[in-house]
Each structure stands twice: as structure tokens, then as C-alpha cells.
């Protein structure tokens, strides 16, 4: 965050004292008046909600008469004693660390090959890119076509010879599936931000490495992958962050099975809310998921920023 | 850097190879989307070369989805991400160039709080948000499904970015000149401002088009519903036509694919700023 820019662009005006004290008492209702619009929005959209899942989970909401009472603590409890609670974290927390890290290392590694001086290196590039505009809903409805028994991809299994999988129904490759097409939508998106920070690292590094004689793969992990630790932290926090409220896939495909083997948490939220009427539950269960965001992104903040020490 | 010859054909050959892998599935979609109803299975087992060339088909699908609620869809979704481009800029612009270019106490403060507030991740409150919507009598409306897309603190920072590279002088002058901040806002710093502009409205346009859960719990009725969510609802449909969702899933993949193909340069940048100076 660079608010210090700013600051001195603007302190340096001069005025007079009576003067400048009527003047600053203006300048700041005026900036308030248009900022107003943005922080109302905010409020309203984004810190009210919270505030209000944070409320709503300690009290119960009777089903029949829709009266809301204070109720405690037990909404946790009736979540954290649930084993159905407990296979939904498991399965959270497994599909996230085996996705993100792959997300990770496959947009970076397409980001150092379309960053070369290739020909037409834009052209594919953008096509790489195209899956990050196609919305999760759609991403979801073509790979359920494309996962099909007589789908695109047994097909070419079929012509490398292999025999055709199951994909979406079985409960071993469901969530593997789901990992595929979260991955295709989302390389792309993250190769850009990778990208970004090799257009960062001055060229003056390479011409010396050159001069002494390092090869490719010395400044790939002399200079390149060192320098490129933030942009790459970057991309693995926020696309975590992404994952972990991954729905659109399993509301349309898989409904959580087969067997809760695709039972990720946004999901579970949206059935224990909606489906199961147990809306307490389900805003206990969004507090929960914040907290456990919240943990994460601070445990990857702190371990990526000690290893830059 | 100097690569020998046969490295560049390996790493061109790689960047195709990638490229293609990536983009077939678009392909596919559109190709099988041109063969009637489900008969696009006829070029998979065995795999022909038909699967991936659009010659014989014909576009039955297309009209197929005009007489259906995926029509609606669009238009609904097409008001909504229009709406949200420009209320959203409207919102943000003003923000954005206070804290750009007023010096006022607190101003560091408001600024955190935009940031902040910006992440914490829409989809993980909606739920929460779509109860208080039920108490504020705004779901199953267009403006229920307009409004938290509006609160958009990346939009904000973006153009907070590009309007500090402007240079004080140049507003100092148009002050000068006797031009009052809404005029300079408007007349001298929009537009020098086109690409933050793109580049934030394209994040306004996709924060829309890409939504789902949001739509979902809010736009209940099939007047109201959204492209994507029309969409998935024929997917689930007894008897599904594979060629309609072909059909749809290529309408809704050109339409953003179309807006990037001239706007991926603004897009992309302002993404990277939301990315490295964050």
C-alpha cells in the first residue's frame, strides 16, 4: 500500500491559517460526500453481513414458528460434535491442499513460457487465458458434458487407449474432476498476476548472471523463482481464499456425492441453510469458514514472509 | 537473452501444445454445439474428426434456447452486469479521487478500510447477505441483484492507482484556470482515464457475469433468474439436451471472450496493480 505517494503530492499547497482552516473543513466534506457512496456500499454489503452471521449463529430460528431466540453456544456444538461436519472439513481441507499448490505451480509455469520472446507468443497466451472469462457455472456444465462416458475425454482416452472412467459419478474421481475443471478455469486467471512480476524483475539481472556464465536453469533459480516469491504468494493466498468457497461445481454436478466425497464447505452451508432450514447451523457454519480463511491466510502470509528473510 | 535455435522451437512448440490443451474444450463446445440435440455423441465413440470440425451442422440449438427461459436469462443478465458497470464506476470514480488527490484527516484510515473490507470474499457472506435481503425486502428484485455488486473496493483501488499518476501540476493548473474538482474530475482527469475505466468496468462487467451463488438466492423467479443459473437449470432438467447446453455454455464463454479480445490489455493491468501494489 503506497498511501505515503499521496500524501505528498497534496501537503504541499500553501494557504493562509484563518483561510486555510475554513478551506480544509470544506476539502474534507467534500471528499466525504464522494466518498460516501463507496463506504455506505461497503457497510451495507460486506461489514453488515458479517456482523449479522456472527449474530445470527448464536441463536436458533424455530422452524415452525420462524421466532429467533438467543441460544448460545449451540449452534457450534451441534456443528463441531456433527461427524457429517467433520467429513465436510476433511474433504475441504484435502481438495485445497492438493489444488492450490497445483494451481500454483502450473500458472507459473506457463507464465515463465508465455513471458519468452516466441512467435505469436500473444496468441496463445490469450488462449490460455480465455477459460478465466468463461463464468464457474458454465466451466462446470462443460466439463460435466466433457466428463460423460461418451464425453470428450474418454474419447481421447479411447484413441491413446485407455479405458473410460467413471469421473463424476464415482466417488474417487469426483473430486479429482472437480480439481480439473476449478484448475482449467482458474490457470489463466493467476498466469497474469505471475506475469506481472516477471515484467518486475530487471532485465540489468539477467545481462550480469549472463556475464558470468549462468545458464538457464542457474537463473531460473537464481534470479527468477527468488524474485518471483511475492507475486507467487500473492497468487497462492487469494487463490486458496477462491477454493475454499468453491460451489457452483458441486451445486450443479454432484450435490456433494457421490458418498460426501465432494462435500466441500460453501456447499454444506448452502444445504444446512436452504435445503435443511437450519439457518443458525449454516451461519455458524459461515463464521467458522471465516475464521478458518482468516487462520490460513495469516499462517501463509507468516510462512512466506519468513522465508523471504 | 539469446536462446538457441532449437530452444525457441521446444518452448514454441510447448506454448502451443499448452495453448491447444487449454482452449480444445472451448472448441469442442462450440463444434458440438452446431450438431442438432444430443447427436454430437455420434462423432465421440469412435472419436472422428467431426467431434472438432463445424462443417454439416447447423444451428437448430441456437433457436432451440431463444424459445426458453435461457432468453430471459440473457437480457436479465446482460441489465444487470450493464447496470453494474455503470452505477458501480459511479460510485467508485468519486471515491476513488478523493483519496487520490484530497488531503484530509483521515484519509489513511479510509483508505484501510476500503482495502480491507475489499477482502473479504463476497461468496463467503452471501448467504448471511441474502437473509438481511429477505428483511430489506429487495430479493427476487433487480435491484437485489445489482447492489452488492456495487460494493467493490478492487474497483476503487484501481482507479485510486491511476488517478495518482496523474500529475499534480496538471490539476493544479485546471485549478488555476479557475475549473472546480467535479469539472476537473470530469473534463481533464475522465478522460486521461480510459484505461483504469476499462480495466475497472471489465472487473465490474465479471465480478456479474461470473456470479452464480449470489443470483441463485436472490434471483428466485424465472423472470428474474440469470443466464448461468437458466442455464444450469436446463442441465438438470429429466430429459437434458446436451445441444442446448452446448449451445448456451458458448453463448455465455464468446460473450466475455469477445469483450477481452479488445479490452484484455486494460483488464490484465489493472488486475496486476490489484495484485502487486495490494
Redesign the interface.
Known sequence: ???A???R???A?PAGSGRRRRR?VR??L???A??S???I??????????I??VS?SFRHVSLATGASEFDGLSNYTYLLTDSGFHSVLVVTLVFNLVLNPAIVLLSTA?AL??A?R??L?G?????????A??????V???????LQP???V???L??VGLPPQPFLTSASQAAFSIGIMVT?GA???WM??V???LK?IPDSL?EAA?LDGAG?WRRLFSITLPLLK??MA??LI?CT??SF?L??PV??LTKGGPNGSTNLI?FD??NR??LLGD?GV??AE?VI??LL?AVIVAVQFRLLREEKA | ?RRSRG??VV??A???L???A?????W??FV?STRPGNSY?EN????SWL?FVPVGGDLTNYSGLLSGPFLTGLFNSFLVAGLTIALGL???V??A?????????G??V??????V??M??????????S??FQDWHLSDSYAGLV??A??N?FA?FVLRQFF?GIP?ELLEAAEVDGLG?IATLWRIVLPLSKPALIGAGMMLF?SQ?????WP??IGTSPERQLA??A??NL??LFTVD?GQ??A??FV??II??V???FF?KQY?ES??TT????
Open positions: 500500500m503506497r498511501a505517494t499521496a500524501t503530492r497534496t501537503a499547497r480544509s476539502t474534507t467534500v471528499a466525504l464522494m466518498l457512496p463507496a463506504l456500499a461497503l457497510v451495507l454489503m460486506r461489514v453488515v453481513p458479517m449479522s452471521a445470527e506457463l513460457l508465455t519468452q516466441l512467435p507468443v496468441l496463445w497466451r490469450s488462449m490460455i487465458f480465455v477459460p472469462a468463461v463464468p464457474g457455472a458454465v462446470a456444465l462443460i466439463w460435466s458434458t466433457a461418451d464425453g470428450l474418454n474419447a481421447l479411447e484413441v482449467w490457470l489463466g486467471y497474469i498476476f506475469i506481472a512480476g518486475d539477467y549472463a538457464w511475492r507475486p500473492f497468487v487469494a481464499v477462491g468457497l460451489f457452483a451445486q450443479i460453501m452451508i448452502y441453510t436452504y439457518v449454516g451461519q459461515v469458514l471465516m480463511l | 537473452m530452444g525457441t518452448l514454441t510447448a506454448a502451443i499448452a495453448a491447444l487449454v482452449f480444445l474444450p472451448v469442442w463446445v458440438s455423441v465421440m465413440t469412435p472419436l467431434a459511479a460510485i467508485a468519486p471515491a479521487y478523493a483519496l487520490a488527490t484530497i488531503d484530509f484527516p484519509r489513511g479510509v483508505f484501510t478500510f476500503i482495502v473490507v475489499a473479504i470474499p463476497f461468496d463467503a457472506i452471501a448467504i448471511p447477505l437473509s438481511l447492489l452488492p456495487l460494493a473496493g476503487i495518482l499534480a474538482r465479471l457475469w461470473q456470479a452464480y451463488l441463485l438466492l448461468p443459473i442455464l444450469a442441465s438438470t446436451l447446453i452446448f448456451g455454455s455465455l464463454t466475455p471472450m469483450l477481452l479480445l484484455q490484465t488486475l496486476s495484485g502487486l501494489k495490494g
